[in-house]
Every structure is written in C-alpha cells, then in structure tokens.
Nanobody, 117 residues
C-alpha cells in the first residue's frame, strides 16, 4: 500500500508564491517518477511538472520559468515551488507516483490552490 498526502494549498494573490508538498508513506520518491498534476474548474487534468528517479524534469509550457519541482529522497517528499502565480493557476493540485518497472501508479487526494485578488 502506498499513500501520497499533499499539503500547502490555499488562497494567494496574483504574483504571490506558494510551495506544495507531497509526502509518501514509504520510500518511493527516489526511484519512482514523481509528478504534479492540476485540474482547473471545468477543465481536464493536466501535467504541471515531473521529475524522474534520475533527476530529469519536465514542465508544462504554461508554468516554465515560474514553477520548480524538487524532491528530498531522505524525507520521501516531493515539492512544487510556485512563483508569480496567476488566476489561471487556480486548480486542485494532485501528486502522482509512477513506476515503469512495476507498471503501477498512485495518486494523492489533492490540495486546492486559489489565486485571486
């Protein structure tokens, strides 16, 4: 059993910053591909950022230069630093862990980020 728990969501003003955290119930951050997804109101879920076990990162074009994904293997935690937030960033942000070797995928329940003045 694997559980992912997100935290750090909330209400922020445009231009503000927020850091999301995703804590895993057991060691997997170091060898799974970890990703952050979001689902804006009335829209489909989309990939925001991902980091592989080898450290390679990938970002959606809409967040490049503003968001940064990182991980702390010792703490089994992945982070999403969000800067220069825009109203369009408002969404439920969910943490994802994926293993190609074992063909399994896990999801957190999500945390709400609201960007509004």
């Amino acid at each position: 059993q694997v559980q992912l728990v997100e935290s750090g969501g909330g209400l922020v003003q445009p231009g503000g910053s927020l850091r999301l955290s995703c804590a895993a119930s057991r060691s997997l951050v170091s060898f799974y591909t970890m990703g952050w997804y979001r689902q804006p109101p009335g829209k489909q879920r989309e990939l925001v950022a991902a980091i592989t076990s080898g450290g390679s990162t990938n970002y959606a074009d809409s967040v490049k230069g503003r968001f940064s994904i990182s991980r702390d293997n010792a703490k089994n935690t992945v982070y999403l630093q969000m800067n220069s937030l825009k109203p369009e960033d408002t969404a439920v942000y969910s943490c994802n862990a994926r293993s190609t070797v074992y063909a399994v995928e896990y999801w957190g329940k999500g945390t709400l980020v609201t960007v509004s003045s």
